[in-house]
């Protein structure tokens, strides 16, 4: 018999993966969203009081890490030169109109 997730399983004609979505499906329509708030709840406190915060920083570095490697993947290194210009062309923008902004101020408190 093979592990595959997508194989049918006791002949019933879904596979794993079907018959734990249908499940998910029926379970959400009985209990509605405020039940998957309340068990995350639950398990978030849960998993706090046993691992504490260093337990997240943890999960957040690997997190963060394989998003960044998911993503260099995805768009390569041009991608990041791309995206480096125009964030630095925004805050050259940013900082131009700020001091126009400031400028239009002073002149009108002159005149006041």
Do not use: C, W
């Not at 009985?30 to 997240?56: D, M, N, S, V």
């Not at 999960?59 to 030169?81: H, L, M, N, S, V």
Request: glycine share 18%.
């Amino acid at each position: 018999m093979t592990s595959d997730s997508t194989s049918p399983k006791n002949g019933a004609g879904l596979s794993v993966r079907e018959a734990g979505q249908k499940g998910g499906e029926t379970v959400k329509r009985k209990y509605g969203p405020e039940f998957y708030e309340q068990i995350g709840r639950k398990g978030g406190l849960a998993t706090k009081k046993a691992h504490g915060h260093t337990f997240y920083e943890q999960i957040g570095k690997k997190g963060g890490k394989k998003g960044g490697e998911a993503t260099r993947d995805r768009y390569g290194p041009d991608f990041y030169e791309r995206i480096g210009q125009k964030g630095g062309q925004r805050v050259k923008q940013l900082i131009e109109e700020g001091k126009r902004a400031a400028l239009a101020a002073e002149a009108e408190e002159k005149a006041s």
